[in-house]
């Protein structure tokens, strides 16, 4: 069982550069969520997704953009990356939004120098 | 402000001792999720509370509610290495998004 499928796992980016963190699902769930996780801090939410072709902001969305262009992808981009985005970023994903159990990725691991 | 809190932060704690993790929110939440996380690893769900006074028990870990006081815990009984790992609470305060606490790292030494 697939689950959440985070891809890549790691990734070291330069300052301005730019990069697409890929989730993906197949448990035909609705909702779709990014976070990230930096120490100290508890995972916080970027953008999340209520369906196909919907997008909102989270708690911290500034620099990042999202698509949910089908239902079973979440796409997270980073247009000119800075050093404040190394982080950790999560994926999950619940059937019908936070009254269902959200299933998590294994994380992608991003620094920026 | 929807707000999560745990404390404390970071719990070392002696192998067969009992200790509590407490999650306090900051308005009425519809449910309250505990995660575990392994160092380097993904959030794994481990119990979801529903309605007041409940309690849910799975090996050495026990989770109750109480919405009254806007207050969680996760009781740990005996403790053994196993259960090192970083815990989250999660509310959900009735929006499409869960809110985390800022997890307790809890390390248990033999």
């Known amino acids: 069982n697939a689950g959440v499928t985070q891809t890549p796992k790691f990734r070291v980016l330069k300052t301005g550069q730019s990069m697409t963190l890929l989730c993906a699902q197949d448990m035909n769930h609705e909702y779709m969520y990014w976070y990230r996780q930096d120490p100290g801090m508890g995972l916080r939410l970027i953008h999340y997704?209520?369906?196909?072709?919907?997008?909102a902001k989270g708690e911290v969305p500034d620099g990042y953009n999202v698509s949910r262009l089908k239902k079973q992808n979440f796409l997270l981009g980073l247009e000119s990356a800075a050093p404040s985005q190394t982080s950790v970023y999560f994926c999950a994903s619940s059937l019908w939004g936070p009254n269902t159990e959200a299933f998590f990725g294994q994380g992608t691991r991003l620094t920026v120098v | 402000e929807l707000k999560v809190e745990q404390n404390p932060l970071f719990l070392s704690m002696q192998e067969g001792k009992n200790y509590t993790i407490y999650c306090n929110y900051s308005t009425t939440s519809d449910r309250l999720y505990w995660y575990r996380q392994d160092p380097g690893k993904s959030l794994e769900s481990l119990f979801v509370?529903?309605?007041?006074?409940a309690v849910k028990q799975e090996g050495r870990l026990m989770a109750s509610l109480d919405t009254k006081a806007r207050l969680s815990t996760l009781h740990i009984t005996a403790a053994v290495h196993d259960l090192s790992a970083t815990y989250f609470c999660?509310?959900?305060?009735?929006?499409?998004?869960?809110?985390f606490g800022t997890g307790t790292r809890l390390t248990i030494i033999p």
């Open positions: 509370l529903l309605s007041n006074g």
């Open positions: 997704s209520v369906g196909e072709g919907t997008t």
């Open positions: 999660a509310a959900n305060f009735g929006n499409e998004k869960l809110t």
